[in-house]
C-alpha cells in the first residue's frame, strides 16, 4: 500500500493501492481475460478428450489443460473475495455520505487499511493462480500441437509447438522477473540479467 504524500508535507492517512491503478488494472486480467482463458482451456481439453489418436501425449496434455483450467478458475475466485475489500475514500463518501465519513473518520481510517491488507493478500494468490494457470494453458497447447506419429503437416505443428512453446517460457521469465521487482528481490543474476536485455531491447528499438 502506498501512502501519498501531498504538496503541503502532510500525510494522507488513507490506504491506497500501489501503484495506484493497480486494482483497475488487474480487472481486466482477473475478470475478462481468466474466463476467456477458462473456456479455451476447456474447450481445447475436450477436443483432446474426444479424439486422443490425433496428439502425441493426450494424457499428460489433458492433464495440464484441466490444471490449467482449475487455476484460472481460482484466480477469479480470488479475485472476487479480494475486491470486496478494496474501497476508497470517495467510494466511502457516496456510499455514507460525506458528514458521515467526516465524523467517523478516524474509525473508518482504521478500518480501510484493514481491508486493504486483505484485499492486497487474496489479490497476491490471485495473481499465483492466474500466472499458474495461463503458464500451464500455453504447455497444454504446445503439447497438443505437437504432431502424432501418423500425423499430417508435421513441419508446421512441430514449428507451431515450438512458438507456443517459446511465448510460454518467456511469460514464466517476465512473471518470475515481476516477482521479484515487486518484492525487492533483484539482488541476483536472474534479474539483472532480464533487465539488461530489456534495456537493451528499449535503447534499440528507441
Keep these: 500500500m502506498a501512502e501519498y ?3 503541503t508535507g ?16 488487474s480487472t481486466s486480467a482477473l475478470f475478462i481475460a481468466a474466463p476467456l482463458l477458462t473456456a479455451a482451456a476447456l474447450g481445447l481439453a475436450g477436443v483432446v478428450g474426444g479424439a486422443d489418436d490425433e496428439f502425441q501425449w493426450p494424457g499428460p496434455t489433458l492433464l495440464l489443460l484441466v490444471i490449467a483450467a482449475l487455476a484460472l478458475i481460482a484466480s477469479i475466485q480470488f479475485a472476487y473475495h479480494a475486491r470486496l475489500y478494496l474501497y476508497s475514500y470517495d467510494d466511502l463518501e457516496c456510499w455514507l455520505g460525506p458528514a458521515h ?5 478516524s474509525d473508518l481510517r482504521v478500518k480501510q487499511e484493514k481491508d486493504q491488507e486483505v484485499w492486497a493478500r487474496y489479490q497476491l494468490w490471485a495473481v499465483h493462480a492466474f500466472n499458474f494457470g495461463t503458464i500451464l494453458l500455453g504447455l ?3 503439447a497438443a500441437l505437437v504432431p502424432p506419429d501418423c500425423g ?5 505443428r512441430w514449428a507451431a509447438a515450438a ?3 517459446t511465448a510460454t517460457l518467456a511469460d514464466a ?3 518470475l522477473y515481476m516477482h521479484m521487482s515487486a518484492f525487492g528481490r533483484t539482488s541476483n543474476w536472474f534479474y539483472t540479467t532480464v533487465r539488461r536485455l530489456a534495456r537493451i531491447r528499449l ?3 528507441g
Design 10 to 25: 502532510e500525510r494522507d492517512p488513507w490506504a491506497a493501492p500501489e501503484p495506484y491503478g493497480y486494482g483497475q488494472g
Design 163 to 165: 512458438v507456443v512453446l
Design 203 to 205: 535503447r534499440r528499438r
Design 152 to 156: 499430417k503437416q508435421i513441419e508446421c
Design 5 to 7: 504524500l501531498a504538496p
Design 101 to 105: 465519513v467526516k465524523a467517523f473518520a
Design 173 to 175: 521469465v517476465w512473471v
Design 140 to 142: 497444454g497447447i504446445a
